[in-house]
């Protein structure tokens, strides 16, 4: 446990649904961020979220859509999303200013478009 | 641009010690982070450096050459327990606020007894 909790843990949607995804961090942190991980290639950086403004839109497409509330939660709406778009989605927070800034993932959500 | 390089995959023995090596060649640079993974599990925090030298940290550590692009991971002491994924990351590109990591593809580590 990390304190960064995702759900749903797995999603399974068609192209042509809207579903959203949660994250939530336990752990105090001010800057949140989603990741993107296929298969075979590396963690992509998606979206960047520091005191609760975005930072960081890693050109990402419209049919991915972040919300941030408050500096705790994180959603990442989805619509009319592609195939290619199954991957695991992993949210991470980090506090920002501190020595290290490490940040700590949650378990992601493991998505598959058909 | 942003790249970084790892094997696809080492082998090794039990008890035995092994050097997973990073190289990065990154448009910033705030700091290099090493995370394990398991099989359909979430990353997790290994280590981290921002200055040259040798991080320290039980059977884990990790180095880092800023001027080379260059850093690595050496596990000691090797456990089965330590068959996993090792991802390298580079934060960047610094100047204040949050910066998200740039990751290599993750070197896939077999422990064999």
């Known amino acids: 446990e990390t304190g960064v909790t995702q759900t749903p843990r797995h999603l399974v949607m068609g192209m042509t649904n809207k579903k959203s995804l949660k994250c939530e961090q336990h752990?105090?942190?001010?800057?949140m961020y989603w990741y993107k991980q296929s298969a075979k290639k590396p963690l992509e950086l998606m979206f960047v979220y520091n005191f609760k403004e975005q930072t960081e839109n890693n050109s990402v497409p419209s049919r991915f859509s972040p919300e941030c509330p408050n500096s705790s939660h994180l959603f990442l709406h989805l619509h009319t999303l592609q195939p290619e778009d199954s991957a695991l989605y992993l949210c991470?927070?980090?506090?920002?200013?501190?020595?290290?800034?490490?940040?700590?993932f949650g378990p992601g959500t493991r998505l598959l478009v058909l | 641009g942003q790249n970084i390089d790892q094997p696809t995959e080492m082998t090794a023995t039990e008890g035995a010690i092994v050097q997973i090596n990073c190289t990065y060649q990154?448009?910033?640079?705030?700091?290099l982070f090493w995370y394990q993974q398991h099989a359909g599990e979430a990353p997790t925090f290994l280590s981290y450096?921002?200055?040259?030298g040798l991080e320290e940290k039980g059977r884990f550590s990790s180095f880092l050459s800023r001027s080379k692009g260059y850093s690595y991971l050496l596990l000691k002491e090797l456990q089965m327990k330590d068959s996993a994924s090792y991802l390298c990351?580079?934060?960047?590109?610094?100047?204040?606020?949050?910066?998200?990591?740039?990751f290599g593809k993750g070197t896939h580590l077999i422990i064999q007894p």
């Open positions: 991470a927070s980090s506090q920002e200013m501190a020595d290290q800034e490490t940040q700590y």
């Open positions: 752990l105090g942190h001010n800057a």
């Open positions: 990154t448009s910033g640079f705030n700091g």
């Open positions: 450096n921002v200055l040259d």
């Open positions: 990351a580079v934060r960047g590109p610094g100047g204040g606020g949050a910066d998200g990591l740039t």
